[in-house]
């Protein structure tokens, strides 16, 4: 089956989307000084105090987030997989940024927290989902 025109937006769109991501993630965990200066002393302990299951959680939900966008353009059967993967990290990682750690972020960062973690949730939702059917309807193989 060829591939329709959507798939090659919806997998490039991502991969910007997800690719800005894994740049946070790298710059953040690099505690590269230029993008560090953005975040007031507070946010940037926030980031430096979360336990090591959380920094697993959130490495895997960029880097599989990355990879999916990756196989979806690939036409690999493999995106619902690392993109399902990547959905359940985030999950992971948001519950214990808005439920679990003593300060959450909502505290530091205020409302624009929940606002902005819903939106990559949302993405994650739709873009998993598309995968899933892209998969059941043969795109991917």
Same mark, same amino acid.
């Given at each position: 089956?060829?591939?329709?025109?959507? %798939?090659? /937006?919806? =997998?490039? *769109?991502? $991969?910007?989307?997800?690719?800005?991501? !894994?740049?946070?993630?790298?710059?953040?965990?690099?505690?590269?000084?230029?993008?560090?200066?953005?975040?007031?002393?507070?946010?940037?302990?926030?980031?430096?105090?979360?336990?090591?299951?959380?920094?697993?959680?959130?490495?895997?939900?960029?880097? %599989?987030? /990355?990879? =999916?966008? *990756?196989? $979806?353009?690939?036409?690999?059967?493999? !995106?619902?997989?690392?993109?399902?993967?990547?959905?359940?990290?985030?999950?992971?990682?948001?519950?214990?940024?808005?439920?679990?750690?003593?300060?959450?972020?909502?505290?530091?960062?205020?409302?624009?927290?929940?606002?902005?973690?819903?939106?990559?949730?949302? /993405?994650?939702?739709?873009?998993?989902?598309?995968?899933?059917?892209?998969?059941?309807?043969?795109?991917?193989?």
């Amino acid at each position: 089956m060829k591939a329709p025109w959507h %798939l090659w /937006v919806v =997998g490039i *769109l991502t $991969l910007v989307w997800n690719g800005f991501g !894994a740049a946070d993630y790298v710059m953040t965990q690099m505690d590269y000084a230029p993008y560090m200066a953005q975040f007031t002393e507070v946010e940037r302990a926030y980031f430096a105090g979360f336990p090591t299951w959380v920094q697993a959680t959130w490495a895997l939900a960029v880097w %599989l987030s /990355v990879a =999916g966008s *990756l196989a $979806l353009l690939m036409r690999s059967k493999f !995106a619902g997989i690392f993109l399902g993967i990547a959905l359940l990290c985030m999950a992971a990682t948001f519950t214990h940024n808005f439920f679990l750690a003593d300060v959450t972020m909502p505290m530091i960062v205020g409302p624009m927290a929940i606002w902005f973690s819903l939106a990559i949730i949302i /993405v994650a939702l739709l873009v998993w989902n598309y995968a899933r059917r892209m998969g059941e309807i043969g795109v991917l193989r």
